[in-house]
């Protein structure tokens, strides 16, 4: 079976700070990870995703995250948080030797607050 | 690239009617399209997987007679909530992974909020 964990309900910053919204993962064999974020009343989008190669995964927005494979984690990083970056945040994982569906397993998503 | 849409983004109808939603790959085919419910301040829970031109798999603990779910199309998949219920009252929300390569990733709708009066 394969679990996410997103031990914050809620992250705040300071505007310009750097922020990290932290996950942690457990699956039987090599994982997929994805950062989806969410906006009030709306679906989620994409910010990025690791496969393969580079531990550490630029995506949309400013928005990157490292692999930690010792660690099982995939924090999501910024080096400077805008208002704007106010939503709710997911970490998603896919064992890559299940294929059942491709079934991606949600955290319970991090709200991040980010205020002037 | 990579758009899904949903429609409607909101529907309110009666307990006892049938509400049917559906989800559109734009600019991509979609073998395969799932179904989400989220709740207030929660997770998405995976409802159902749509597989084109054959049944869908549900999670367990999801009624399959309820959510009736239909892949006619590499780019449609549609949920109909039947005999509504205000406990079905929710937002739902689908996604669908691209056929073929670059199919790791799957895109999400815009969400559709139910409200069962």
């Known amino acids: 079976a394969q679990s996410v964990a997103q031990p914050e309900d809620q992250v705040n910053v300071a505007e310009g700070n750097p922020l990290t919204v932290k996950c942690t993962y457990s699956?039987?064999?090599?994982?997929?990870l994805f950062w989806y974020v969410q906006y009030p009343n709306r679906g989620l989008q994409f910010l990025l995703k690791?496969?393969?190669?580079?531990?550490l995964v630029k995506g949309s927005y400013g928005f990157e995250a490292e692999f930690n494979k010792s660690q099982t984690s995939f924090h999501l990083k910024k080096p400077s948080a805008l208002v704007s970056d106010s939503a709710l945040y997911f970490c998603?994982?896919?064992?890559?030797?299940?294929?059942?569906?491709?079934?991606?397993?949600f955290g319970g998503g991090t709200r991040l607050m980010v205020k002037t | 690239g990579a758009v899904v849409s949903q429609h409607p983004s909101r529907v309110i109808c009666k307990s006892g009617t049938s509400v049917k939603i559906e989800c559109r790959s734009l600019?991509?085919?979609?073998?395969?399209m799932f179904w989400y419910r989220q709740f207030p301040k929660k997770s998405l829970m995976l409802m159902a997987t749509?597989?084109?031109?054959?049944?869908?798999?549900?999670e367990q603990g999801v009624e399959k007679d309820k959510f009736l779910i239909n892949h006619a199309s590499l780019t449609l998949s549609t949920l109909t909530v039947t005999s509504a219920h205000p406990e079905d009252s929710s937002f739902y929300i689908c996604?669908?992974?691209?056929?073929?390569?670059?199919?790791?990733?799957?895109?999400f709708g815009p969400g559709t909020r139910l409200t069962v009066l």
């Open positions: 996604s669908a992974r691209p056929s073929g390569r670059g199919g790791d990733t799957q895109y």
């Open positions: 699956v039987s064999g090599n994982p997929y």
């Open positions: 690791y496969i393969t190669g580079d531990n």
């Open positions: 998603a994982v896919r064992d890559r030797g299940n294929n059942a569906g491709n079934m991606l397993t």
């Open positions: 600019d991509f085919q979609a073998t395969t």
């Open positions: 749509s597989n084109e031109g054959s049944k869908a798999t549900y």
